[in-house]
């Protein structure tokens, strides 16, 4: 079995020092157990956490919301 590669979500470069790596979250996933989001540690700051897609939907939802009220 070979190993996983683990790619830095920040810069798209490999972890090649795993003590250099950090999980900075997990994406769940319709089918299956989800994976881990891996990035450097100088970089786990500039990793975006907030899905941006969800941020647009709930942000609909919450103007209808408000609308509604």
Same mark, same amino acid.
């Given at each position: 079995?070979?190993?996983?590669?683990?790619?830095?979500?920040?810069?798209?470069?490999?972890?090649?020092?795993?003590?250099?790596? =950090?999980?900075?979250?997990?994406?769940?996933?319709?089918?299956?157990?989800?994976?881990?989001?891996?990035?450097?540690?100088?970089?786990?700051?500039? =990793?975006?956490?907030?899905?941006?897609?969800?941020?647009?939907?709930?942000?609909?939802?919450? =103007?209808?919301?408000?609308?509604?009220?």
């Amino acid at each position: 079995m070979s190993a996983r590669l683990r790619i830095c979500r920040a810069c798209d470069e490999v972890i090649d020092d795993p003590e250099d790596g =950090v999980i900075v979250r997990h994406e769940l996933s319709n089918s299956g157990p989800g994976w881990d989001v891996w990035a450097h540690r100088e970089h786990a700051d500039d =990793v975006e956490l907030i899905n941006p897609d969800l941020l647009r939907i709930m942000t609909r939802v919450w =103007v209808v919301k408000a609308a509604a009220e």
